[in-house]
C-alpha cells in the first residue's frame, strides 16, 4: 500500500464535515481557548500561500489546544464588503453580492481542501444583512455617546475611484488600492472620534501579550506628544497664531514662524505684494501627500507672507513664512522655527538665509561640536544649558531642558501668552464612502439637518438595488441616484426625510467579527452576554503585520467603547497577537529571457542554473501576495503533493514570524517524510512489543512538539519529527504505543494522515479529542555516564552524572564526592585533564 494522499484527504475532510467533528458548544466544563485568524476578503483570485500560512498556524494550535482538554473556538468568515466586488460589478454589470457569493464558496472550498478545524456553523460574512444589521446597531451606539459626528473635512479623494480615502489608505500620495493618485478636497463626512480614546489606546498596550514591534507601530501612529501652545500675535490684524511646540523652552531662539500652505489664516496675513507667489505655492502643495511633504531629505520649499508676529518672551517681530514641510493635520498647523535645535527649521533658514538664535550650550559635548553650535553653524536638537534666553521678568538661563520646559510653562500661562498642551498625530477616524458595497447608515435626516437614528427594529437598512454602481464622480455616492431610497416619508414620524447615501468603511464589519463568532446566529442581540463572558478575551490572534495600525486600531477602538457602553467585560479584545511573516518569491532572471520557470532552474553552491541551456541566472526576491506562486496555485500543490504536505512545508520553512522564500520544490522535501511515516504505521514492524529505547524516542519526542507548539516554532518541532522518524525506523519492532504518540504528535501539522493511522491503529473515534500524550519524566533524563577520576595519576573513585556535562560540573562532582573530596579538599589544583563523557584527570600542586 502506498500513501494516497487525495483519498485520505478526501474521507477525512468529509469525516469532520459529516460528524460536526469541530462544532463549539458556548458551555463546557473545559477551560475555553478563543484562536482566531485574520478572515480573509474573499477576493476573486482565491486563497494564497500566505493565507496558508497563519490559517495553518492558528489550526496546529486549535488542534493542540483540543487534545490538551479545552473547548476551543476556531471560526471562520468573510470580510466581504470591499472595493474590488464593487468595481468588478462596474465592470461586468455582476450584482456584487453574486460575485462575492462566488468567491466565498471558492475560499470555503479552499479552506477545507486544507483540513482547518474550523467550527463551520459559525460561519459569517460582514455583507450579510444579518451580520451587518449589527454593525449598523454598533453605530447607533457610537452616535449616542457622541462619538459620530459630520463635518466638513479636507479629505483624500481618489477620482479615479470616485470616493474619499481614509489617511491610512492613502501612501505617497496614491491609493493603495490600484495606486490611483488622491487629491484633498473638502466634503461633508461621517467622523469617528477615535482621538478621544488616544491615551486609552496608549495605556491598555501594557494589558496585552504583543510583539514590541507592533505596539511601538501603534504607539507611534497615536503620536502623542507633551508640549505647550503658544500665541503669537500679528500687530496689523490682530489675528492670534497659535503654534504647537514639543521645545516650549527654546521660545528664545524662535526666529521665524511656519504656517502650513493651507492655514486659515495665511489669506488674511499675506500682504498685497507677496499674494501671488503665496497662491501659487499654495496651488503646487494642494496635491501632494502628507508624506511626500514631510520626507526628510527633500529640499526644504517655502514662501515669506510679507507678515510678522510677535514672540510673546522678548517682543521680537519674527517674519510669517508658510512651507510645505508643516502639516494642516498636525498640531495646530503653525510652528515658531527654532533653527538652532530642530534639523527641519535649520535646512529651511540656511535655504533662505534666516537667522539662527542658539538657546543651548551643549557644555557636555566636543568643543569643536559645542563652538559650531554656539556659532549657530550646527543644529543642536539635543541637551544643554540655557543661554540668550532672558527678557523682562522671564529668565532661563542656566536651566536644563526640563527646568527651563517647567518655567516657561509656568510664565506663558501666567501672562495668558500659551499653556501646556499635549497633541497627537492620530486624527478622528473618516468613516464615510462614496460608494455602493458596503453598510449604509442607519439614520435619517429631517429637513432641519436634525436627525434621527434607526431603532433595532428598523434594522437592518439594506442598500437599494442599482444598475449603475459608478459612483457620480463629483464625490457622491452611487447611492445618490436611486431618488426613491434617498427621499422616503418616515414610517414613524410622517415626515420628509432623507437617507445618508454615504456606506460605511470596509473596516467597520472587521471591528467586531470576533464578538459574532460567540454568538452568530443569535437575532435578538448582537451577541448574548454570557457568551461573550464566556469566550472573550481572544486568546490567540494570528496575523500579517499590515493590520498593525488600521484593523487592530479600529477593532480596539469599538471594543473599548463597547466596554463602556457595559457590552463587553474586557479592556482589550486580543489578549495575545502573533504576527506571521511575508512569503515572498524568487524569480529568475538571464540577459535573454525576462521569465523562467522556476522548474527549470537548478541551484548550485548558491548560483542559479537554467538547466535547459546551462546559464547562469540572476535571481530577485519580490512579494507574493496573489494566488499564483511561481504559476503553482495551492490548490495544485494540493492535488500534486497533499494538504498535510503544504501544511507541513509552510511551517517548517523558517519561524512563523520571519520572511521566507517559497520554494516548490522543497514541497516534496515534507511529502517524502509524511511517505515515510505513512510506511512505518502501516509497517508489519508496528509491534505490540514494547522496547525502553523506543519509548524513549516517543516520550522525548512528544515533549519537544509540545514545547514547541506551546512556543509557536513549529519549523522546530517539525524538525524534532524528522529527527525521530530517522532514529525510530532504524529499529527493529516500532511499538504500536510509541507509533501512537508520533501519530498525535505529528496531528496537528498534518490531520488527514494521523487520523488514518490513528484508524489504522485500531481507534474508531476521531482523533481530534484524544488526550495529549502524558509525558514520563524518567525518559527524559539525559543518558547516564560513569566517570572516572584520577589525582594525580591514580583511580580515586567513580561516579554516575547525566551525559555530556561540562568539566566545571563533573570537577564540582568530584569536590563534592564522599570518597573522592578527602583527596582534593584544601588542596591546589596545578592542572585538569577532561576526556568529556570518560574521565576527569586532576594534577595537585605538589
Ligand atoms: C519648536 C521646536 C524646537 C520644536 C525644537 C522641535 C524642536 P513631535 O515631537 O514629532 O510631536 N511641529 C508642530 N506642529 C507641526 C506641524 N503642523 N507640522 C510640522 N511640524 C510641526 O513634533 C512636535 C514638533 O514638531 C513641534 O515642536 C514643532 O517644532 C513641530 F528645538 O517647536 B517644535
Known sequence: MKYDHQQIEAKWQKFWLDNKTFKTENKSEKPKYYVLDMFPYPSGSGLHVG????????DILARYMRAKGYNVLHPMGWDSFGLPAEQYAIRTGTHPAQSTKENIDNFRR?????????????????????YYKWTQWIFTKLYEKGLAYEAEMLVNFCPALGTVLANEEVENGKAKEGGHPVERRPLRQWILKITA?????????DLVDWPESLKKLQINWIGKSEGAHVYFMEPTTKEILTVFTTRPDTLFGATYMVLAPEHPLVPRI?????????????RQVASKSDLDRTELNREKTGVFTGGYAINPVNGKSVPIWISDYVLMTVGTGAIMAVPAHDERDFEFAQVFQLPIVPVYDPKEEEEIVRQDVLNGKK??????????????????????????????????????????????????????????????????????????LLGEDELPLCPPELSDYKPSGDGQSPLAKVKEWVEITDPKTGKKVFRETNIMPQWAGSCWYYLRFC?????QQAWNADVEKYWLPVDMYVGGVEHAVLHLLYARFWHKVLYDCGYVHTLEPFQTLRNQG???????????????DPNDVQEREGKFFDVRTGEEL??????????????????????????????????FMGPLEKEKIWNTDAVSGCRRFLNRFYDMAFSEKVSNEVSEEALRMGHRLVHGVKKDIESLQFNTAIAKMMEFMNEFTKLPLYPRIVVRMATQALAPFAPHLAEEVWQQLGYEDSLAYALFPEIEEKYLQDEVITYVVQINGKLRGRFELPKDQTQETVLEAARQHPHIKQFIEGKEINKVIFVPNKLLNIVLAS
Open 582 to 596: 511575508l512569503i515572498v518569491a524568487r524569480s529568475y532572471q538571464n540577459s535573454s529571457r525576462a521569465y523562467i
Open 379 to 452: 543644529c543642536w536638537p539635543g541637551t544643554g544649558i540655557a543661554i540668550n534666553s532672558e527678557h523682562g521678568d522671564l529668565s532661563l538661563n542656566g536651566l536644563t531642558v526640563e527646568e527651563a520646559k517647567r518655567a516657561v510653562i509656568e510664565w506663558l500661562d501666567l501672562n495668558k501668552k500659551g499653556k501646556a498642551a499635549t497633541t497627537y498625530k492620530l486624527r478622528d477616524w473618516l468613516f464615510s464612502r462614496q460608494r455602493y458595497w458596503g453598510e449604509p447608515f442607519p439614520l435619517l435626516k429631517f429637513e432641519d439637518g436634525s436627525i434621527r
Open 197 to 205: 480614546y488616544a491615551d486609552r489606546l496608549i495605556q491598555d498596550l
Open 618 to 651: 540572476t535571481s530577485q526576491i519580490e512579494k507574493m501576495s496573489k494566488s499564483k506562486l511561481n504559476g503553482v496555485t495551492p490548490d495544485e500543490i494540493i492535488q500534486e503533493y497533499g494538504a498535510d504536505a503544504l501544511r507541513l512545508y509552510e511551517m
Open 270 to 282: 499675506t500682504t498685497p505684494e507677496q499674494r501671488e507667489a503665496v497662491e501659487e505655492y499654495q
Open 51 to 58: 493565507h496558508v500560512e497563519g490559517y495553518t498556524a492558528t
Open 110 to 130: 479552499q479552506l477545507r481542501s486544507l483540513g482547518f478545524s474550523y467550527d463551520w456553523d459559525r460561519e459569517i460574512a460582514t455583507s450579510d444583512p444579518s
Open 519 to 523: 454568538d452568530p446566529h443569535n437575532d
